[in-house]
């Protein structure tokens, strides 16, 4: 039975997102699909349904964990259940914080050698029950016709005997989003989504609504101002979407704070 009271709060957090409206689109279509058809089906088509993965390429600091989190949240509510438990791997290049080094080889090579320990580990522990088994496959975007990469998909495949699978990949164009899902269905049935970059539009807003979550009203001259400081972020190499705007609000907090208090 479908809870359909979190299934609405899915969709009207969702709604709430800045851009990304193609991941929008696929939140309620699935929710409506799946909301008209699921009692209706038998067991087995219900398995074909969760036997699809879905492919995110969305640009890093743009939200992953948050969307993550509502794809979590749609199939909880598909489920019945209060919540799924979400299993990462690892989301952060290891040993480095500055993404001016995010394509450095040994932090690739890293990064791959642990997210084939953590596929190997996940896919041999014992059935802990349904849940949302998230991986960042950007390692790989370079050498999707692999070896390495096979054995990456074919432990992925194993995972989705007891797990709902979502895969992530950067913001790339779309020729490239397609041969990746190419690359994947021939080991799983996979839907795609495509989260183009934001816009300056949408960070505005972004750190508008967090200076509203503290009560805070800017003039029309702090409004112009936060503006072009946002453009000028966005255009630093180490720009890392709405967290990076998120520092940028909560700096210009730290900054009012203390020359109220001077």
């Known amino acids: 039975m479908i809870d359909k009271k979190m299934l609405d709060e899915v969709l009207e957090k969702t709604d709430r997102l800045f851009?990304?409206?193609?991941?929008?689109?696929?939140?309620?279509?699935?929710?409506d699909t799946y909301n008209h058809m699921g009692t209706r089906i038998d067991q087995?088509?219900?398995?074909?349904?969760?036997?699809?993965?879905?492919?995110?390429?969305?640009?890093?600091?743009?939200?992953y964990e948050t969307l993550a989190g509502l794809y979590m949240?749609?199939?909880?509510?598909?489920?019945?259940?209060e919540e799924l438990f979400i299993d990462y791997n690892v989301l952060e290049y290891p040993d480095?914080?500055?993404?001016?080094?995010y394509h450095d080889e040994r932090d690739?090579?890293?990064?791959?050698?642990?997210?084939?320990?953590?596929?190997?580990?996940?896919?041999?522990?014992?059935?802990?029950?349904?849940?949302?088994?998230?991986?960042?496959?950007?390692?790989?975007?370079?050498?999707?016709?692999g070896?390495?990469?096979?054995?990456?998909?074919?432990?992925?495949?194993?995972?989705?005997?007891?797990n709902i699978i979502l895969v992530r990949i950067p913001a790339v164009d779309e020729m490239t989003l397609g041969r990746v899902k190419d690359a994947i269905s021939w080991y799983i049935n996979v839907d795609d989504v495509y989260c183009p970059p934001h816009s300056l539009d949408d960070y505005y807003n972004y750190a508008l609504k967090k200076f509203s979550e503290r009560n805070i009203v800017l003039d029309e001259d702090?409004?112009?101002?936060?503006?072009?400081?946002i453009h000028q972020v966005q255009r630093r190499p180490n720009f890392?979407?709405?967290?990076?705007v998120k520092k940028l609000v909560d700096d210009i907090m730290m900054n009012t704070i203390r020359g109220i208090c001077e």
């Not at 087995?44 to 939200?63: C, E, T």
């Not at 949240?73 to 259940?81: E, G, L, P, Q």
């Not at 998230?134 to 975007?141: Q, T, V």
């Not at 702090?222 to 400081?229: F, K, T, Y």
């Open 19 to 31: 851009g990304l409206e193609e991941f929008k689109t696929y939140i309620k279509d699935f929710s």
């Open 44 to 63: 087995q088509a219900q398995m074909i349904i969760f036997s699809r993965a879905l492919l995110l390429s969305l640009k890093d600091g743009d939200g």
């Open 73 to 81: 949240k749609m199939w909880a509510a598909i489920c019945d259940r």
């Open 96 to 101: 480095t914080k500055d993404k001016s080094d």
């Open 108 to 145: 690739v090579h890293l990064r791959r050698d642990l997210v084939l320990q953590w596929l190997e580990e996940e896919t041999t522990l014992n059935d802990l029950g349904l849940k949302i088994f998230c991986l960042d496959i950007s390692a790989w975007i370079d050498n999707i016709q």
């Open 147 to 162: 070896a390495e990469f096979r054995t990456v998909l074919s432990r992925l495949s194993h995972a989705m005997r007891n």
């Open 222 to 229: 702090a409004h112009a101002c936060l503006r072009e400081l």
């Open 240 to 244: 890392w979407g709405f967290r990076s």
